[in-house]
């Protein structure tokens, strides 16, 4: 199944889209139909939060069906069997959509639409940005079982954090480690609580300029 144009130009698909020769099998379409049908979803909510509020609420989305080879790996690292059981039902993030919103309030907003489809199930939700990772990490996770089968991971954060998360993403990814990771790691973690103070600042200027008018 081909994702349609209109969805390739409002959001960013990574990487290819699976097989049937692949772990995920005979799933593989159906995969992508869900994949197609959540980005759907995500749209419908933005055309509708753009009627109630003044701005849209999503600045970019990022989706992606794990390749053959990453889940492969990662069955692996798991210690599980390279089957299309465990791809799909053992690990939960087969199917990934990663939201990013301009305010705060726009995480929670899109995150309370999501669970009120009647064919998504939550399955866990941690909220990384009340409860920051001791990194500084900060973001909203949902797992969310669609039509009774597939998961689907979701994460949902601010551009800031996003910015701070693909920043922190290259420094753990690093080939070589050297004595000044320490240092930079601590620098993060202290870039991630001004950001985060920043983003409550923002918000409350967004607030009082919509009470404004």
């Known amino acids: 199944m081909e994702v349609p144009e209109d969805f390739k130009s409002s959001y960013e698909l990574s990487g290819e889209l699976p097989g049937r020769d692949s772990i995920y099998g005979e799933h593989a379409e159906a995969m992508t139909a ?21 701005t849209d609420p999503v600045d970019h989305c990022l989706a992606r ?16 069997p390279e089957t299309t059981e465990s791809a799909l039902y053992e690990i939960r993030d087969a199917i990934g959509v990663r939201i990013v919103c301009g305010f705060l309030k ?15 199930e939550l399955v866990t939700e941690k909220d990384y940005i009340r409860h ?3 990194n500084g990490y900060r973001s ?16 949902l954060r601010t551009i800031s ?3 701070w998360a693909a920043l922190e993403h290259q420094l753990r990814y690093k080939k070589e480690k050297t004595s000044s990771d320490a240092l ?10 001004e950001l985060a103070s920043t983003d409550v600042s923002m ?3 967004k607030d009082m300029i919509e009470d404004i008018r």
Do not use: W
């Open 184 to 193: 930079i790691a601590a620098e993060l973690k202290r870039c991630a609580d």
């Open 140 to 155: 909203y996770h949902m797992i969310l079982r669609v039509n009774g089968q597939y998961y689907v991971e979701l994460q």
């Open 161 to 163: 954090m996003d910015t």
């Open 132 to 134: 920051a990772k001791s």
């Open 203 to 205: 918000q409350a200027i």
């Open 106 to 120: 726009d995480v929670y907003r899109i995150r309370d639409y999501l669970v009120r489809f009647e064919d998504y």
């Open 34 to 54: 869900v994949l197609i049908s959540m980005l759907d979803r995500i749209e419908t909510i933005r055309t509708d939060m753009r009627s109630r509020y003044p």
């Open 65 to 80: 069906i794990k390749s053959d080879k990453s889940m492969r790996e990662k069955c692996r690292r798991r210690g599980l």
